[in-house]
């Protein structure tokens, strides 16, 4: 495939992004620009995302961004090879906003569109920024999914594990709002653990055991909130207490889930003499306790752990631009102008 670069463009929950990426002749990729505008303060006073709130400010947000990003790149709209944007899933206003903006591009520069299922842009972003080959696990952790997913190649992804109810995300958002911490929940409930003792609740490794590789949080939650029902008013020590005891639990699941999942992968693909690597994707991503339990756990069965930088393994455009390289470089078809997005897409 001859060098080729694309606009990137990224709607589908509380950030809006724009990313220009290029494929070397190697197949090496590399990102020109990558612009993200968080719409945290917007959503913050209502301790989550508001659809209506988040697609209106897509709309005010986006042409600006396209604009930052080429200008960034130093390419024009009619240099470009193609566009990628994010059709689904997420809320579906967004969506529409970042859809219909890369139908226009495409219309009006004769370029392709490549309409990108979300997912599959976290499931490639270890090929742009480490050039990972194919196969290899990903785990993804963000406040709208949890998945364990083999990535075969470019479009093919097997599902091998998923939340039964609550994102791990949205278990350490909504504990968070139970404990009176700010919201997003990660990085407090994380914060306050620091100072709390791990060993004071035992609360529930939910499916720990079990063959199949499933994820549950929802049990977890009830179980902080009872324990802080059980408490009364709250102490400092007693929120840190708790968050600690929170994470302890999430660590010991992640550990008996993903083990399994990494000895199955072994145990599929045991004559593949490069080592098998696990790539974590999601904003959960962050948070060093459960980095240090899947290093540990990669260590022990023999796997590269690959953690992209953090800007590229939360929300971005430029994920969304690789995939459609990636497609581009399959000689995948491109899509038709009236194609629509999904807020749902397995
Ligand atoms: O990937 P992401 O930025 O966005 C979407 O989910 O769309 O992930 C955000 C999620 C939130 O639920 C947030 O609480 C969680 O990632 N998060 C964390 C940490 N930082 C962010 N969870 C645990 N520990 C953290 N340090
Ligand atoms: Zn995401």
Redesign the pocket.
Known sequence: TPFLRILGIETS?DETAAAVVCRHEDGRGETLSDVVLSQLDEHSAYGGVVPEIAARAHVEALDGLVEEALVQAKVSLSEIDAVAATAGPGLIGGLIVGLMTGKAIARVTGKPLFAINHLEGHALTARLTDGLAFPYLMLLV???HTQLVLVRGVGEYERWGTTIDDAL??A??KTAKLLGLPY????A??RAAQEGDPDRFTLPRPLVGEARLDFSFSGLKTAVRQAATAIGPLSDKDVADICASFQKAISRTLQDRIGRGLARFRAQYADNRVQPALVVA???A??QEIRRTLQALCLEYGFRFVAPPMRLC??NAAMIAWAGLERMAAELPSDPLDIQPRSRWP
């Open positions: 929950c963000s406040g709208g995300g949205e350490f958002d997003p929940g990660g990085p409930v994380e999601g904003g959960v962050a948070n939360t929300d």
